[in-house]
């Protein structure tokens, strides 16, 4: 992931690698082009030139141009392991580079900075310090139709573009009391939706995990359920993820409970048999996420998914058994994931070049057992 800032940089190049699967987003996170086998690329990279609104400059040919409503832009991209080449999936992420079209005769080296293996806090602040963040990104709002209607709702709060945001010990009560209440209400909506056909497999606890559409923009402003029920879990979000690609894409299902409907819980071990004949061109993969942190378990074996890449034990007829909680099942440690005692946890089940069997449910996956 990378942001681009249009407003001290004007417009700026994105050089991306073949084989990259990701989006450029604006700073309402409304998709603004795709990079992939369905993005405008087609999967074969390119040199993408993300401009500023109004700009109406002469650009040199060779660009897939893109322009951004908001001054400040996001490139957000994965590198899919094809044929278990990790290494060459990092590589067309590290290659990528980043800089501002004034300097492409002599473009600055890109600096990558590679998380693997370390802590750091990808977790949107709380309390006062979510209206600090929330003052620093409005001064790259622009005053379109939509950036108008939050700046007149952010003003009374005592936050507007290029002024400094110092509000009197009154108002940061007020304001750090409402950003720790919306944090659980955001939470309950997020986590137990109440969206109409949330549920993908009627009858199971699997969700279908994006209710909005971020290409219909009608609805994409106007569901704020639906929009919560997401972003408050995750970021980006691509139209892609919502359209039916049969055999390219992704498709994403969520479940945090288990066949009882009690909600998943680090102290208890559950079996997931996933059946055969996965529905995926490509590949599939499980994530467990924490219900405090909503980023991966953090966990001293260091392992928070299993996927296609891994050397999995299979049953005869084809189903994997996968298992979670806080000890390994005797025989079965490679298909474990280890969970944190007394903490919540849910999972995201991933679906790479679904095929039709995902989109007609004829294949579908059980709920979670406690054993």
Request: charged share 25%; glycine share 8%; hydrophobic share 40%.
């Given at each position: 992931?990378g942001?681009?800032?249009?407003?001290?940089?004007?417009?700026m190049?994105?050089?991306?690698?073949p084989?990259s699967y990701?989006?450029?987003?604006?700073l309402?996170?409304?998709?603004i082009?795709?990079?992939?086998a369905?993005?405008e690329?087609?999967?074969?990279g390119?040199?993408?030139?993300v401009?500023?609104?109004?700009?109406?400059?002469?650009?040199?040919?060779?660009?897939?141009?893109?322009?951004?409503?908001?001054?400040?832009?996001?490139?957000f991209?994965?590198?899919?392991v094809?044929?278990?080449?990790?290494?060459?999936?990092?590589?067309?992420?590290?290659?990528?580079?980043?800089?501002p079209?004034?300097?492409?005769?002599?473009?600055?080296?890109?600096?990558?900075?590679?998380?693997?293996?370390?802590?750091?806090?990808?977790?949107?602040?709380?309390?006062?310090?979510?209206w600090?963040?929330?003052?620093?990104?409005?001064?790259?709002?622009?005053?379109s139709?939509?950036?108008?209607f939050?700046?007149?709702l952010?003003?009374?709060?005592?936050?507007?573009?290029?002024k400094?945001?110092?509000?009197?010990?009154?108002?940061?009560?007020?304001?750090?009391?409402?950003?720790?209440?919306?944090?659980?209400?955001?939470?309950?909506?997020?986590?137990?939706?109440?969206?109409?056909?949330v549920?993908?497999?009627?009858?199971?606890?699997?969700?279908?995990?994006?209710m909005?559409?971020?290409?219909?923009?009608?609805?994409?402003?106007s569901?704020?359920?639906?929009?919560?029920?997401?972003y408050?879990?995750?970021?980006?979000?691509?139209?892609?993820?919502k359209?039916?690609?049969?055999?390219?894409?992704?498709?994403?299902?969520?479940?945090?409970r288990?066949?009882?409907?009690?909600?998943?819980?680090g102290?208890?071990?559950?079996?997931?048999?996933?059946?055969?004949?996965?529905?995926v061109?490509?590949?599939?993969s499980?994530?467990?996420?924490?219900?405090?942190?909503?980023?991966?378990?953090?966990?001293?074996?260091?392992?928070?998914?299993?996927?296609?890449y891994?050397?999995?034990?299979?049953?005869?007829?084809?189903s994997?058994d996968?298992?979670?909680?806080?000890?390994?099942?005797?025989?079965?440690?490679?298909?474990?994931?280890?969970?944190?005692?007394?903490?919540g946890?849910?999972?995201w089940?991933?679906?790479?070049?679904?095929?039709?069997?995902?989109?007609?449910?004829?294949?579908?996956?059980?709920?979670?057992?406690?054993v």
């Amino acid at each position: 992931m990378g942001f681009l800032d249009l407003r001290k940089n004007g417009p700026m190049v994105v050089e991306v690698a073949p084989g990259s699967y990701g989006a450029f987003f604006d700073l309402w996170q409304q998709t603004i082009a795709g990079v992939g086998a369905i993005g405008e690329d087609k999967g074969k990279g390119g040199k993408f030139l993300v401009l500023p609104v109004g700009f109406n400059e002469a650009v040199p040919e060779g660009y897939y141009r893109v322009t951004s409503p908001t001054s400040l832009a996001a490139y957000f991209a994965r590198g899919i392991v094809r044929n278990g080449d990790v290494a060459g999936a990092a590589e067309s992420l590290e290659t990528t580079r980043i800089y501002p079209l004034s300097e492409r005769n002599d473009p600055p080296k890109t600096t990558v900075v590679l998380t693997s293996g370390k802590d750091w806090n990808s977790i949107a602040p709380e309390g006062f310090k979510y209206w600090e963040r929330v003052a620093e990104v409005a001064n790259y709002v622009s005053e379109s139709e939509d950036g108008a209607f939050l700046l007149a709702l952010l003003k009374p709060l005592g936050i507007e573009p290029s002024k400094p945001f110092d509000p009197d010990p009154r108002m940061r009560q007020i304001l750090t009391e409402a950003s720790d209440v919306a944090w659980a209400i955001d939470q309950a909506i997020s986590m137990a939706p109440r969206l109409k056909d949330v549920i993908y497999y009627p009858g199971t606890q699997w969700e279908f995990v994006l209710m909005l559409n971020p290409g219909l923009r009608d609805r994409y402003w106007s569901d704020l359920e639906a929009r919560i029920n997401y972003y408050f879990q995750a970021t980006m979000a691509s139209p892609a993820m919502k359209e039916k690609h049969l055999g390219e894409g992704s498709q994403y299902l969520r479940s945090a409970r288990d066949s009882k409907g009690d909600w998943l819980n680090g102290s208890n071990q559950y079996r997931l048999r996933v059946p055969a004949n996965m529905p995926v061109k490509e590949f599939w993969s499980v994530t467990v996420y924490d219900f405090e942190t909503r980023s991966m378990v953090q966990i001293d074996t260091d392992v928070a998914a299993k996927s296609t890449y891994d050397k999995l034990a299979t049953n005869a007829e084809g189903s994997i058994d996968l298992y979670f909680g806080p000890t390994a099942p005797s025989g079965k440690e490679s298909n474990w994931i280890k969970t944190l005692p007394g903490r919540g946890w849910w999972v995201w089940f991933r679906f790479y070049g679904p095929t039709e069997a995902f989109f007609d449910k004829s294949w579908r996956l059980p709920d979670f057992e406690k054993v």
